[in-house]
């Protein structure tokens, strides 16, 4: 029943506040998230013993949970929203596709993945780096490190989360079901970028190095 007193809460919030209902909630969402990934990172961490005893007990971050929920709130929440709503109106109104059909979902996604989503994880590699205190170069190492492998392995997730959100959701719950999945995207953005020089990450940087070069001799 409180379920549905709270949905019917937000559905009332989204019809007269659209923008400003995204940008808190998202702006909560991504504070959320990036909890998550502090207790996922601390207890991989305890699990293979890289942590001292005194360091034991999970102790959050509050300034970064701070740092990322104000992500959510100054750039998912209003340009997630100006993006999505402009990107329905481009396809219906512009290249006058029909909703719904294959075209009109399949260009959504692609231009979804071209641009939304590198630009997505770009500002906030750049963003977490400069919140920091880090410098312009040192931020630029952090994106270099950070940007690949995250684009690489979103790329094989938000296709498919996307599809299902331009084919079936109805467009007004279309930033809903994003922010949703926003929950699970901002617990894996700051997962990555909390795990700094990882072997697999170095790996995988490298090996797109190598597959870079070979094509230029080629």
Known sequence: MKLLKLWKWYQDCLAVHPVKTQVISSGLIWGFGDICAQTITHTTAKRRRQIEDEDKELKINWRRVA???????G????????????????????????PKSF????????????????????????????????????????????????????????????????????????????????????????????????PWKQWLTSFMALKEKEGQGG
Not at 67 to 73: D, E, I, N, S, V
Request: proline share 4%; net charge neutral.
């Open 67 to 73: 740092t990322t929920g104000l992500f959510g709130f």
């Open 75 to 98: 750039f998912v929440g209003p340009v997630g929203h100006f993006w999505y709503e402009g990107l329905d109106r481009f396809m219906r109104y512009r290249l006058q596709l029909q």
């Open 103 to 198: 075209r009109f979902v399949a260009a959504k996604v692609a231009l979804d993945g071209i641009i939304f989503g590198p630009l997505d994880l770009l500002v906030f590699f750049s963003y977490m780096g400069f919140s920091t205190g880090k410098s312009v170069a040192q931020v630029k190492e952090d994106v270099k490190r950070d940007f690949l492998p995250a684009l690489i392995l979103e790329g094989g997730i938000w296709p498919i989360v996307q599809v299902l959100n331009f084919r079936y959701v109805p467009v007004r719950y279309q930033l809903l079901y994003v922010n949703f999945f926003c929950l699970l995207d901002s617990s894996f953005l700051s997962w990555i970028e909390q795990q700094q020089d990882a």
